[in-house]
DNA sequence: CGGCGCCGTCACGGAAATGTAACGTTGCAA
DNA sequence: TTGCAACGTTACATTTCCGTGACGGCGCCG
């Protein structure tokens, strides 16, 4: 249950004591001071929730609310707005664009924990991850179930996050620091050879169902899941 | 797949939100202020399903959920209730009364139109008789009773609740804070193991009719109810 | 008031899952 | 070929997670 959450805020101050409260509620915080910033960041891999503030530098916040759905990657990652009190804004324009919740400057940041877990919550409710389908198998998240073919494989809790990483993150080479970042969690102290016991693990569950060569040793770098051998 | 939904809402902004997402999901509108606009709209041709405000001028939303459950013509129509974060509500009373979701404001028109639809298609599911049926057993929405084949089983209020959201919302795992959340109703607090007790007196209460492992351990997440192993 | 049903919590035990070390194997470079 | 580093594989101790029975509290109805 490691979240990442992504916040976009130009006051160092907020950003600060946003990020001690995250982290203290077991979550991983990235920064952004502006709109630009905060779209780089994303390119990489997309955060669990998004932390906007109403007014930034260049950009409003509302207008990356806009961008950030219109694009495939980021279109079902929830937002949440930090408004001041006084701003008057078109709350009604905010939902329009998508934004899950509003939080009005000062808060308090237990609420502001609070309103993050329960959106947090509420979107994992919502079909969240839908079913994705790559190499003969098929992994159906909302059911937590993984399919080859017809016939259905029990599989652990880990071996099940790192298949499902793998899976939406196919075709691409992972060392085992990052491995460790995105399925681990970024908090824990984890032996790097650990992702070797469970790649192996996770490629024994597989074999019986005809299913080799899927998760493929890059040697010197990492693992990659990829269709093609 | 045109729908015509019932927006019972005394506040315009977000009537008007509700309005613009739902029209741009290919639904119908209908406005209504207060309870007596409600009643009068129905009176000519009910609606596929009603979205009602907890707080109204005049009458509460519940009391006239309760009406509109009592007359025939509106006896099947599904009812999503929309409440304010705070307003103390008790879901067990709605859910009693026959309301099928709740959406707790601010929401995101997201995830609204994501419950409509979910609610619709389970509405269409039972065939207007607001029965379930699902891996051999039977659940008798109106009339709370359970049913192995022509036996009927007594079974108590929480795990009624607790059955009868798994049974609509199958094929699905849930965490536990999940379930208390939709089942318990958020304002209480509760030990998530509960969940564990309560799911373990249901598989009790099945089992001598057969039904075992329609109610699924998923490791490390929570529960699924699913007809298939 | 006393019995009954239901509910939430706790504690214990067992089973599954996890991380790590140790050893075997492979591949690459000198 | 040799040597070394990277990776595969296995076994094992530990931890985590879940099933289960029991207990006390609360409300209700006789």
Redesign the pocket.
Known sequence: MHKRVLVVEDEASIRDMVAFALRKADMEVIHAADARAALSAISDTPPDLILLDWMLPGMTGLELARRLRAEERTAEVPIIMLTARGEEMDRVNGLEAGVDDYVVKPFSTRELVARIKAVLRRAQADGGTGSIESGGLRIDGPAHRVYAGDSQI????????LLHFFMTHAERAYS?AQLLDQV?GGS???????V??????L??TLEPFGLDGL?????????RFSASP
Request: no cysteine; glycine share 8%; aromatic share 12%.
């Open positions: 029990e599989i652990g809790p880990t071996e099940y996050r085992r681990w824990v102290y984890v032996e790097e050879r650990t070797d016991v469970h790649v192996r693990r490629r024994k998760i493929q040793t890059v040697r010197g770098t990492g693992y």
